[in-house]
């Protein structure tokens, strides 16, 4: 299943259930957006819970790639994913757009081969 990392700036969240809450919407958005069919063309609908999600927070000081939050996604590079993947990764943005609370986001996608898993 993928595995989401998610940098956001230090004291974006009031309290840690505000974050929890961020990264559950996270975790909806990514796998709405990244359910595919798999190697053997059997689909592969992702559910929220099967997301692995990891979050760190960032001073202003070490601000990555001039965005206000990161998300990077780790995922097999299924070619039913892989071949509209740009449309996905907008659809992720997208999906957080009405809770990133009008921070910008970069969201990008590493695909991992068959058979190879961190």
């Given amino acids: 299943m993928p595995r989401v990392k998610v940098f956001y700036p230090e004291g974006m969240f009031a309290d840690p259930a505000e974050k929890n809450s961020f990264m559950d919407e996270v975790a909806s958005a990514v796998a709405a957006a990244?359910?595919?069919?798999?190697?053997?063309?059997?689909?592969?609908?992702?559910?929220?819970?099967?997301?692995?999600?990891?979050?760190?927070?960032?001073s202003s000081e070490n601000a990555r790639l001039g965005k206000d939050l990161a998300i990077e996604i780790m995922g097999f590079d299924y070619p039913s994913?892989?071949?509209?993947?740009?449309d996905r990764l907008v659809e992720i943005k997208g999906g957080i757009s009405g809770i990133t609370l009008g921070r910008k986001a970069s969201v990008s996608f590493i695909g991992i081969a068959e058979g190879c898993w961190v």
């Fill in 81 to 86: 994913r892989m071949g509209n993947i740009e």
């Fill in 34 to 58: 990244l359910s595919c069919r798999d190697y053997n063309d059997e689909l592969c609908r992702l559910k929220a819970e099967e997301i692995d999600i990891f979050s760190s927070p960032f």
